[in-house]
């Protein structure tokens, strides 16, 4: 376990030291180097975000997963309102259950904690998870924890231990069987903290992140009521395309349509670590050497907009763009990077099936008409 929490993740610029809403498991403290991060990384990669059935789904441009997400997909857009954020919010947290836990049946997830999960990643349970630590005294915080985010931590805890277990009576079980007090005893904590790592885990990078890059990044272009970010300049600088011509974009290739999407409203936003050697920091003159264990802190919102290494058309939407510049899912630090996002591949296709099915539904067409 890394005690010390060397390590902050931040979000919108705010620095999370310790905020009370997580355990001190949750990767978002884990310093790279130690101990515990290495453990929990192999177990998160190799045993749930690479398990055996789900690296089967996405081989062969993820042919399997997609028709196993299908009926959740059709379910998402027969929704009063699917491009509203809840119901995104809701088929993503069913799409993870499927994908990541094997619970093949959706009744099986219990409708109080779809809401609770919901309501975790609405605007006020994302405000508890992203405000710096000190603001947790303040009131709204200390409610948007206990009404927002608790519940929704604490019953997909509970749900995992009691149905995704190998320990569970074989009539419990609903998922594939984890075997958590295994996992925990190599990253040599508990099997309830662990769990509750891989549930902060998974709700705050899995369930806001993907639900983001569909609901923010993506749908409002495809639906044609896309703001852009900096209205003055980028008006001035970068028109915004028509919805129809986002839409062609996106028949034409949709992994670059995606990419740019992310790229220009990243759904996680920054990713910091902590030096390993004495750097110099190339802003600020240039003349100032950060000492080793600095918390020095990327912001990809600005950072996938710099028109020193996008160009002068940074600002405009061109699908296309080098593959291997983009940092979402890697943040700044290289496709090894320590942190690199170990549900990449998951979170890009579980984006891009629900994306596809709206291309295909009545929404692409009626909104079309009606805008
Ligand atoms: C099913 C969906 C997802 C899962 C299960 C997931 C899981 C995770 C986990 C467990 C980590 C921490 C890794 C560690 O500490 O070693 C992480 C980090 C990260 N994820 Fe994801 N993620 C998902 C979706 C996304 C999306 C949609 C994005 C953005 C496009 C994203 C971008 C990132 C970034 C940039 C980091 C590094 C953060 C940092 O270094 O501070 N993730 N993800």
């Not at 059935?53 to 997400?69: D, E, M, V």
């Not at 009926?71 to 699917?82: C, I, K, N, Q, Y």
């Amino acid at each position: 376990m890394d005690p010390q929490r060397r390590r902050g993740l931040t979000l919108g610029s705010s620095i999370l030291a310790t905020p009370r809403s997580f355990d001190p498991c949750m990767p978002t403290f884990f310093d790279t180097g130690s101990k515990y991060h290495t453990a929990w990384r192999r177990c998160f990669d190799d045993e749930i975000a690479g398990r055996d059935a789900l690296s089967t789904a996405l081989i062969n441009n993820a042919a399997l997963f997609r028709s196993q997400a299908q009926p959740f997909v059709d379910a998402w857009l027969a929704t009063a309102e699917p491009h509203a954020q809840p119901a995104v919010a809701a088929c993503v947290f069913k799409l993870i259950m499927r994908s990541l836990f094997g619970v093949t049946n959706p009744d099986d997830v219990p409708e109080g904690l779809v809401a609770a999960v919901v309501a975790f990643s609405s605007t006020l349970g994302t405000l508890g998870t992203v405000v710096p630590s000190w603001s947790h005294d303040f009131p709204l915080c200390g409610v948007t924890q206990t009404k927002y985010q608790e519940p929704a931590r604490h019953q997909l805890a509970a749900f995992l231990l009691a149905h995704c277990s190998a320990d569970a009576p074989r009539d419990d079980l609903k998922g594939a069987p984890f075997s958590w007090a295994r996992m925990a005893a190599e990253c040599d904590v508990g099997a309830p903290q662990f769990v509750q790592s891989v549930v902060d885990a998974i709700l705050f990078a899995g369930v806001i992140g993907t639900t983001t890059l569909v609901h923010l990044s993506a749908l409002p272009r495809l639906r044609g009521v896309n703001k852009p970010r900096w209205p003055t300049r980028v008006a001035a600088q970068a028109p915004q395309p028509s919805r129809d011509a986002y839409q062609a974009m996106y028949r034409a290739d949709s992994t670059a349509w995606i990419l740019e999407a992310v790229r220009l409203q990243p759904p996680v936003q920054s990713t910091g670590k902590l030096l390993p050697t004495d750097e110099r920091c190339p802003f600020m003159r240039g003349d100032v050497t950060l000492p080793r264990g600095s918390s020095v802190v990327a912001c990809l919102y600005y950072a996938s907009v710099d028109k020193a290494a996008w160009g002068d058309d940074a600002d405009a939407f061109k699908p296309g763009r080098p593959k291997e510049r983009h940092l979402n899912w890697n943040g700044p630090f290289g496709g090894d990077a320590p942190r690199k996002c170990p549900g990449e591949q998951l979170s890009f296709e579980l984006g891009r099936v629900m994306l596809d099915g709206w291309m295909g539904s009545k929404h692409a067409e009626v909104e079309s008409v009606a805008a």
